[in-house]
């Protein structure tokens, strides 16, 4: 049966706007996560410490954890070490460190191959959990890689399952380049419910073949209940050719609150939150509820 409640990490502030072209200024990042948590949103990932000659819209991380509203549990994105030490000082309290299942993806993405960039990372997520920390733990490309096409499910496992080992608190498992279908998404969040019955996991999902929200549906068949979305379904990383954003917060809220199913979330003020950051970025935003909402 499906689940009454679902939770949504919001994404849009750190993998919306990290692909973006245009630079989008501070303090419209700011409001557009001061109105996502006006609309509701009880957890975000807000930016990501990573190094800004990789991505550039990233480098006022530091303004970002200092300046938003503290409420909620508040994401920051760190590859390594120095991101942490970063977000640290900035005051950020919850992490969210990521690594690739295909080596070449995360070659590409972090500069390392998943073994090093894991043994790099088990001493560092092992302080944080340590001093009291969240911890969730994205896995990219644990569908399809762009550079090695489909990964082993017992890969993406096997990966998550040293995680698990550490302690982490949740596994944000991601179809990176939007290109998993509903049938493959129940298999695998089925197998990771089985296998890992006490951690978080949360479903992330990028929509480059509007399979997205199918997507969800049938990860909540498999009784999954929190998703990353991005409001205005912006998104995409840099380091992923071809991949566009992550499914829509919008759409996703409608669905569910159709279904009877509760997000705490309130899909007007979301809407509104959306308006914001529409004029500063390059993409028209051609959400099924958010060009509903311009046209009345
Ligand atoms: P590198 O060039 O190998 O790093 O990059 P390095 O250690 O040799 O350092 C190079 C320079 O960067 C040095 O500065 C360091 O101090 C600095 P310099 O001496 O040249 O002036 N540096 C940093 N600065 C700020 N913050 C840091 C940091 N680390 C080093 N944390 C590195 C390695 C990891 C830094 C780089 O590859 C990087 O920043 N990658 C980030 C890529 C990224 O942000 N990708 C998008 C997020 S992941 C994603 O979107 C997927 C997800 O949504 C799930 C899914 O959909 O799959 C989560
Ligand atoms: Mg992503």
């Known amino acids: 049966s499906l689940p009454n409640k679902v939770t949504i990490i919001e994404v849009g502030p750190r993998d919306g706007l990290q692909n973006e072209k245009n630079e989008v200024p501070t303090d419209i990042k700011l409001s557009f996560i001061e109105k996502l948590q006006q609309a509701g949103i009880e957890e975000m990932e ?5 190094s800004p000659k990789w991505v550039p819209q990233m480098k006022d ?9 503290k409420m909620g549990r508040q994401l920051v994105l760190t590859p390594n070490n120095k991101g942490v030490e970063l977000a640290k000082q900035s005051g950020a309290q919850s992490f969210a460190v990521f690594v690739g299942v295909s080596n070449s993806f995360n070659k590409n993405n972090i500069n390392k191959t998943t073994k090093e960039s894991m043994d790099e990372l088990r ?5 944080l959990l340590q001093d009291g920390h969240f911890v969730r733990a994205c896995i990219s490309t644990a569908f399809y890689c762009p550079y090695e096409g489909k990964m082993k499910s017992s890969d993406t496992l096997a990966l998550c399952k040293e995680f698990v080992s ?3 608190n949740e596994l944000s498992v991601a179809d990176t380049i939007g290109m998993a279908n509903p049938q493959e998404s129940y298999e695998l969040f089925t197998a990771l419910k089985k296998e890992f019955p006490v951690t978080l996991i949360t479903a992330h999902f990028h929509d480059t073949r509007k399979m997205g929200i199918a997507n969800i549906l049938a990860t909540l068949q498999a009784g999954i209940n929190r998703f990353d979305t991005s409001a205005g379904g912006l998104g995409g990383c840099p380091f992923a050719p071809g991949a566009t954003g992550n ?11 159709q279904m009877g199913i509760r997000t705490n979330i ?15 970025v390059s993409r028209p935003i051609d959400t099924g509820m958010y060009k509903l909402f311009k046209s009345k």
């Open 166 to 168: 550490w302690g982490v």
């Open 46 to 50: 807000i930016t990501s410490f990573v």
């Open 247 to 257: 499914v829509a917060t919008e759409d996703v809220v409608n669905m569910l609150h």
């Open 123 to 127: 001493p560092i997520v092992g302080k």
């Open 61 to 69: 991380a530091n303004d970002i954890v200092t300046q938003v509203k």
């Open 266 to 280: 309130d899909l007007n003020s979301l809407l509104k939150a959306v308006e914001v950051v529409e004029p500063y």
